[in-house]
């Protein structure tokens, strides 16, 4: 997949960079503005009724000061699994209506850091640092794969985590696109896992704009076990529209009738919740949506979640479903409470209980 470029900005600290003449060679028909004209544009894009939807046609090229590595963003009132973001970039060129990156940032473009040189300096001192295994992804800020035909990171990291012996470490590469072509054809030793956000069919095709539609990501994972990449499936979020049941039992069937269900290392389920503002954000942007007025309630995080009995409910329908095909899947709830977990799985869930049983697939 490849996704209209309009613009490219280059932070003077990213002008030298290799990759960022790389980037600018691929898209030849892209304005390019340096310094002070990448500032009077974005200046510009401040004054636009939606600058989300203009930003994700730049491409903003600058260095990353930050860290590469930090924790997932949970929180100590739910079950967290331990996994660790890579951080390669911010922002999305696709524009599913739900996601929650709509009030994460406040800057509307996308960002790609070209000091590569970091990245991965950093990467090896953390795993060098912090002995133990560790469960590493990508796809938290951004998608893992969309503007990969620009900057070839995935397949330097595949080589990273699948050649190295003292690596010590999976890398899952989450997405909505169908773009694992261009990823190495080497045995990735188990390392690497590919992992598709997933959805009933009709979501997908109304509320994630721009993104792979259904049957092409599932395709796309078939081809990518095909070559001995590890899976994962998430089912996130979950969206209780009427018939959503039989809808999402279809998007399992659809997969486990084209995947061999041994590839799989998990499946995680996520029902909708998100921050208060976004319900705004959504509405100034799409219009009236009616899964955001659900009977939400807020949440101990401070999100809107949907009552724990609905979400115990829709959890244990999915699951039925999924261990239907597959009694052996390994099934995780995201970012939910240990009495949720009891309920739906029968299963005591503490963070390093779930950290465990999720290493198990892959060690």
Not at 322 to 342: D, F, G, Q, T, V
Request: proline fraction near 5%; charge should be neutral; include cysteine.
């Amino acid at each position: 997949m490849k996704f209209p470029i309009h613009e490219i900005w280059i932070d003077e600290d990213a002008t030298d960079a290799a990759l960022t003449a790389e980037i600018v060679g691929k898209l030849p028909e892209a304005a390019v503005f340096r310094d002070e004209a990448a500032r009077e544009r974005r200046k510009l894009l401040e004054l636009e009724p939606d600058a989300l939807s203009r930003g994700k046609r730049i491409l903003r090229l600058m260095t990353h000061k930050g860290a590469f590595i930090k924790p997932c963003p949970g929180t100590p009132e739910y079950v967290c699994c331990g996994l660790e973001i890579l951080h390669i970039g911010q922002g999305c060129p696709m524009d599913c209506r739900y996601c929650a990156l709509q009030t994460y940032f406040n800057r509307p473009v996308l960002e790609v850091f070209v000091n590569r040189e970091d990245l991965f300096e950093r990467l090896e001192n953390h795993l060098t640092a912090n002995p133990g295994f560790h469960r590493i992804c990508t796809g938290e800020f951004t998608d893992s794969l969309a503007l990969d035909s620009l900057t070839g990171l995935a397949a330097s990291l595949v080589d990273f985590f699948s050649t190295r012996s003292n690596v010590n470490a999976t890398l899952e590469i989450k997405t909505k696109t169908d773009s694992v072509d261009s990823l190495p054809d080497l045995n990735p030793n188990g390392k690497v896992i590919l992992a598709f956000s997933v959805n009933a069919e009709s979501i997908s095709r109304s509320e994630e704009l721009r993104a792979a539609p259904l049957e092409r990501r599932i395709r796309a994972a078939v081809r990518a076990a095909e070559r001995g990449y590890r899976l994962a499936f998430h089912f996130d979020p979950i969206i209780p529209f009427p018939g959503w049941e039989d809808a999402y039992g279809a998007t399992v069937s659809g997969i486990f009738a084209n995947v061999d269900a041994s590839a799989i290392a998990w499946i995680s389920l996520g029902v909708l919740r998100f921050a208060p503002e976004l319900k705004t954000t959504v509405a100034s942007r799409f219009g009236r949506i009616p899964y955001f007025h659900d009977g939400f309630l807020r949440g101990l995080d401070g999100k809107s979640r949907l009552h724990a009995d609905r979400r115990i409910d829709i959890y244990r329908r999915l699951s039925r479903k999924i261990w239907a095909k597959c009694p052996n899947a390994r099934i995780y709830l995201c970012m939910e409470s240990s009495h949720i977990w009891e309920q739906v799985t029968g299963m005591s869930m503490s963070d390093k209980s779930l950290a465990d049983f999720l290493d198990a697939a892959v060690i």
